[in-house]
């Protein structure tokens, strides 16, 4: 029979056993099932080009699928709030975007914490939004969109992928610092605001690069400004509000990869190498320059930083401005 000491012995051998073969699990690397790349806004915009592209070489560099699943809704938070609940396996992923992970948590009740219930891989990219309207819209400037709005107040709409996404506080930063009085329209997404644009039905939309440039370039929307503090190579004769009479004004969009925020380190660690190793291909780096987008490669805790830096940014602007949800 089996004393005390020779049990208490046995037990902790055996703890110590299961504990080194979960460790061993959580390293294991690609996982064994399909990979799932979550995207908070509809098939067709910014974020969904970029996370494609992106998914499409990550799953070639390990040998395994990456499928992209587009959660759009909310400004994003429908998704970000899936993956905060998703296990902590390493085989679900999500394209987080400005909005949800530091602009959402001061302007509403979330069911989450961005830092506590997410956990940072890295950086994805970022890009600068461009004002643009349709033709019939009456303006060619920006002093022009400026004095259309005063005109009518109210009857001016600006289109979001969301309330509190970067779009959305684009165009209410641009509301207070311009002294107009723009109506927010918030969408699921680029792509249907997007349509709506083109259709007429809303006046104007702080766009991401990759959905409005074939349309700029076909003649059909005429960009106005950009919201970055320099001219993108794409719009070279195209002002930034900044030089437009609004000094310092910057809006950036910008997309991260996180996972849920229990998912072990080593996960982590084995995901910021992949993700960083797509973005530095220069391949990948073409193609999202070709669609406007920088990649914005980081390590954990530079995302990290990056995000808390941002937050506390935006919660100093939105309580300054006075910003609510629609």
Not at 42 to 64: C, F, P, T, V
Not at 91 to 109: Q, Y
Not at 157 to 167: D, I, L, N, P, R
Not at 270 to 299: C, M, S, Y
């Amino acid at each position: 029979m089996m004393n005390k000491r020779n049990l208490l012995r046995a037990t902790a051998l055996a703890i110590s056993s299961l504990l080194l073969a979960g460790t061993a699990s959580a390293q294991d690397f690609p996982p064994k099932k399909p990979v799932t790349l979550v995207v908070g806004f509809a098939a067709g915009g910014a974020a969904d080009a970029a996370a494609r592209l992106i998914a499409k070489k990550l799953g070639e560099n390990i040998g395994q699928t990456v499928v992209v699943d587009n959660k759009g809704g909310a400004g994003g938070n429908i998704a970000h709030q899936f993956v905060a609940n998703a296990a902590p396996d390493g085989t679900v992923l999500l394209f987080g975007s400005v909005g949800p992970l530091t602009i959402a948590p001061h302007l509403m009740k979330l069911t989450y914490d961005p830092f506590k219930d997410l956990a940072a891989i890295s950086g994805g990219v970022n890009f600068p939004n461009v004002l643009v309207v349709h033709k019939a819209a009456g303006a060619k400037t920006l002093a022009e969109f400026i004095q259309l709005s005063k005109k009518k107040p109210g009857s001016v709409e600006f289109a979001s992928t969301g309330a509190g996404s970067a779009s959305h506080l684009a165009g209410e930063l641009f509301n207070q610092r311009a002294g107009i009085d723009m109506t927010h329209v918030p969408y699921k997404g680029g792509a249907p605001a997007l349509q709506d644009l083109l259709g007429e039905r809303i006046t104007s939309y702080f766009a991401a690069p990759p959905t409005a440039m074939p349309h700029v370039e076909s003649g059909k929307l005429i960009p106005l400004a950009t919201t970055g503090l320099t001219r993108p190579a794409y719009l070279p004769n195209v002002p930034t509000v900044a030089e437009s009479g609004f000094p310092g004004f910057e809006a950036l969009n910008w997309y991260a990869f996180v996972a849920p925020g229990k998912t072990p380190a080593p996960l982590l660690d084995r995901w910021n190498q992949e993700i960083v190793k797509v973005l530095n291909d220069p391949g990948v780096k073409d193609a999202l320059n070709k669609h406007g987008l920088t990649p914005q490669p980081t390590t954990r805790a530079e995302l990290t930083a990056f995000m808390k830096k941002e937050s506390t940014q935006w919660a100093a602007i939105i309580k300054e401005r006075k910003l609510t949800a629609d």
